[in-house]
């Protein structure tokens, strides 16, 4: 056999074999009648083949083994699945709790912190800047030795519900944990950002907080951070953490003693 000597190759279908490769005039002919006659009748081309379709729509017939197969796959698959779906619940479960506080009634550490960090992402289209407000109870560890952790827990609370009934509908509060809110300003500028602190702790002020037989005044001290030019959560909540820690030392100083 000549290895150099190229054969034509032959096809061979269900006319036998072919004496050349070129297929005649009338072959074709009758090959285009066909599929004329079958697009008018709506025939499958597959029409007569063994074939099966996924979703268990299957065109053929399945051997014994194969169907047994097929089974075996569906018992391994289905429990995989009602995992996969346990799993899905438990990651959406975890994550609202991590959003949401664990008894108070507004938003964790990290979802205000998400929430701030979305606004300092926009702060450059917001005009005047947004602010930040932090909020300390300054009594909370009085109230937590004379009266307990349940009563220290309802003190914080009470101070929840004051501020969410003096919130714009543009304002934001979270829990920045421990004894610490934090309140995010959409409107109004450095000035307006004073006033809303101090009129927070005014109104937490005037109203008491009922334990038991006794009635708490409750106390707090607010720090404000104008959030230009600032770039993370943290460095936002230090701003406004240092402002409140210079008027708690203020606090615990006490007033200025006169000058003779």
């Known amino acids: 056999m000549d290895v150099n000597k190229t054969d034509a190759v032959t ?9 050349d490769g070129k297929r005649g005039t009338d072959e074709e002919q009758r090959e285009k009648d066909q599929n004329t006659e079958d ?5 499958s081309p597959w029409e007569g083949t063994e074939a099966f379709a996924v979703d268990g729509l299957l065109a053929g017939v399945l051997t014994p083994e194969v169907q047994q197969a097929f089974d075996s796959l569906a018992s391994q698959i289905e ?4 995992e996969v779906e346990r799993a899905k619940g438990r990651e959406a479960h975890f994550k609202e709790l991590a959003e949401k506080h ?18 300092l992402s926009n702060s450059e289209h917001l005009t005047p800047p947004p602010s930040l407000v932090v909020l300390h109870l300054v009594n909370a560890d009085d109230i937590r030795r004379r009266f307990g952790r349940r009563a220290l827990d ?3 609370i009470h101070v929840c519900a004051v501020i969410d009934a003096n919130l714009h509908p543009t304002d934001v509060a979270g829990s920045l944990g421990g004894n610490d809110f934090g309140l995010i300003l959409l409107v109004g500028n450095d000035e307006l950002a004073q006033t809303k602190a101090q009129s927070l702790i005014d109104a937490v002020k005037a109203q008491p907080f009922p334990w038991q ?3 708490l005044t409750l106390e707090i001290i607010a720090g404000v951070a104008t959030l230009e ?6 460095n936002a909540i230090q701003a406004a953490d240092k402002e409140l820690v210079a008027g708690l030392a203020q606090t615990d100083a006490g007033p200025e003693e006169p000058t003779a």
């Open 102 to 119: 664990s008894f108070l009634p507004v938003p964790g550490r990290r979802e205000f912190s998400r929430e701030l960090t979305h606004v």
């Open 79 to 82: 429990p995989l699945r009602a």
């Open 11 to 19: 096809p061979v279908g269900s006319g036998g074999l072919k004496k």
């Open 154 to 156: 309802a003190a914080l």
């Open 229 to 234: 030019n600032v770039d993370t959560p943290e």
């Open 39 to 43: 697009e008018a009748s709506g025939a």
């Open 213 to 215: 037989e006794e009635t």
